[in-house]
Protein backbone atom coordinates (compact mmCIF):
# COMPACT_ATOMS: atom_id res chain seq x y z
CA UNK A 1 0.00 0.00 0.00
CA UNK A 2 1.44 3.35 -1.26
CA UNK A 3 0.98 5.85 1.63
CA UNK A 4 2.61 9.64 1.30
CA UNK A 5 2.90 11.52 4.34
CA UNK A 6 2.79 15.09 4.38
CA UNK A 7 4.32 17.59 7.38
CA UNK A 8 5.33 20.67 8.42
CA UNK A 9 2.72 22.77 7.56
CA UNK A 10 1.28 25.53 10.03
CA UNK A 11 0.59 29.37 11.17
CA UNK A 12 3.61 32.25 9.33
CA UNK A 13 3.88 35.28 9.14
CA UNK A 14 4.33 37.08 5.62
CA UNK A 15 8.25 36.96 5.03
CA UNK A 16 8.65 34.11 7.24
CA UNK A 17 9.59 30.18 6.07
CA UNK A 18 8.43 26.89 6.34
CA UNK A 19 10.24 23.74 5.57
CA UNK A 20 7.53 21.34 3.82
CA UNK A 21 8.45 17.35 4.13
CA UNK A 22 6.45 14.47 2.39
CA UNK A 23 7.61 10.62 3.35
CA UNK A 24 6.96 7.81 1.15
CA UNK A 25 6.31 4.12 2.03
CA UNK A 26 5.37 1.24 -0.09
CA UNK A 27 6.64 1.58 -3.24
CA UNK A 28 10.58 1.75 -4.64
CA UNK A 29 11.31 5.77 -4.41
CA UNK A 30 14.60 6.52 -5.97
CA UNK A 31 13.76 5.70 -8.80
CA UNK A 32 9.97 7.35 -9.07
CA UNK A 33 9.04 11.21 -10.00
CA UNK A 34 7.50 13.34 -7.74
CA UNK A 35 6.01 16.67 -7.12
CA UNK A 36 4.19 19.38 -5.12
CA UNK A 37 1.16 20.81 -5.52
CA UNK A 38 -1.39 23.06 -3.97
CA UNK A 39 -4.53 24.08 -2.81
CA UNK A 40 -6.19 27.34 -2.04
CA UNK A 41 -10.00 27.70 -0.73
CA UNK A 42 -12.16 28.17 -3.52
CA UNK A 43 -9.32 27.28 -5.84
CA UNK A 44 -8.36 24.77 -8.33
CA UNK A 45 -5.15 22.48 -7.11
CA UNK A 46 -2.43 24.01 -8.91
CA UNK A 47 1.06 23.02 -9.40
CA UNK A 48 3.67 24.05 -7.38
CA UNK A 49 7.32 22.09 -8.20
CA UNK A 50 8.25 19.00 -9.69
CA UNK A 51 11.58 17.15 -10.68
CA UNK A 52 12.02 16.68 -14.24
CA UNK A 53 12.14 12.57 -15.71
CA UNK A 54 16.03 12.63 -14.48
CA UNK A 55 16.21 14.69 -11.72
CA UNK A 56 18.29 16.58 -12.83
CA UNK A 57 16.13 19.61 -13.07
CA UNK A 58 13.95 21.33 -11.18
CA UNK A 59 10.64 22.96 -12.28
CA UNK A 60 8.28 25.58 -10.04
CA UNK A 61 5.35 27.32 -10.86
CA UNK A 62 6.33 31.40 -11.98
CA UNK A 63 4.15 32.49 -8.59
CA UNK A 64 7.12 30.37 -6.42
CA UNK A 65 10.04 30.76 -8.69
CA UNK A 66 12.78 31.91 -6.50
CA UNK A 67 11.26 31.68 -3.25
CA UNK A 68 10.17 28.14 -3.10
CA UNK A 69 13.11 24.61 -3.62
CA UNK A 70 12.02 21.17 -3.92
CA UNK A 71 14.52 18.63 -2.95
CA UNK A 72 14.81 14.82 -2.14
CA UNK A 73 16.36 12.54 0.12
CA UNK A 74 16.25 9.00 -1.30
CA UNK A 75 18.11 7.52 1.45
CA UNK A 76 15.24 8.89 3.70
CA UNK A 77 12.54 7.95 1.27
CA UNK A 78 11.51 12.18 1.68
CA UNK A 79 10.78 14.79 -0.84
CA UNK A 80 10.86 18.50 0.57
CA UNK A 81 9.52 21.83 -0.32
CA UNK A 82 11.42 24.89 0.85
CA UNK A 83 9.48 27.64 1.26
CA UNK A 84 11.05 31.14 2.03
CA UNK A 85 9.56 34.73 2.25
CA UNK A 86 6.10 33.63 2.92
CA UNK A 87 3.34 35.89 1.30
CA UNK A 88 -0.40 35.50 1.86
CA UNK A 89 -1.09 34.44 -1.54
CA UNK A 90 0.95 31.07 -0.82
CA UNK A 91 -1.92 30.00 1.95
CA UNK A 92 -3.25 26.62 1.00
CA UNK A 93 -2.89 22.63 1.47
CA UNK A 94 0.08 21.45 0.23
CA UNK A 95 0.17 18.17 -1.77
CA UNK A 96 3.35 15.97 -2.67
CA UNK A 97 2.40 13.31 -5.67
CA UNK A 98 3.88 10.58 -7.28
CA UNK A 99 4.17 11.07 -10.90
CA UNK A 100 3.43 8.21 -13.48
CA UNK A 101 6.73 7.13 -14.88
CA UNK A 102 7.27 7.93 -18.52
CA UNK A 103 5.58 11.73 -18.42
CA UNK A 104 7.04 14.03 -20.94
CA UNK A 105 8.44 17.33 -19.87
CA UNK A 106 5.40 19.27 -21.15
CA UNK A 107 3.14 17.34 -18.99
CA UNK A 108 5.11 17.12 -15.65
CA UNK A 109 2.91 20.25 -13.86
CA UNK A 110 -0.28 18.64 -14.66
CA UNK A 111 -2.49 16.89 -11.97
CA UNK A 112 -3.72 14.28 -13.70
CA UNK A 113 -0.13 12.78 -15.03
CA UNK A 114 0.14 11.73 -10.90
CA UNK A 115 -0.92 8.92 -9.42
CA UNK A 116 -0.86 8.93 -5.57
CA UNK A 117 -1.16 11.14 -3.25
CA UNK A 118 -0.87 12.62 0.37
CA UNK A 119 -3.76 13.66 2.67
CA UNK A 120 -2.06 17.25 2.59
CA UNK A 121 -0.94 19.96 4.73
CA UNK A 122 -1.82 23.05 5.72
CA UNK A 123 0.08 26.13 5.17
CA UNK A 124 -1.19 29.68 6.36
CA UNK A 125 0.21 32.86 5.84
CA UNK A 126 -1.11 35.51 7.61
CA UNK A 127 -0.12 38.60 9.72
Known amino acids: QVQLVESGGGLVRPGESLRLSCEVS????????MGWFRQAPGKEREFVAT????????YYADSVKGRFTISRDNAKNTIYLQMNTLEPEDTAVYYC????????????????????WGQGTQVTVSS
Open 51 to 58: FSRTGSMT
Open 26 to 33: GLTFNNRD
Open 97 to 116: AVRKSGTITSELRNSNRYIY
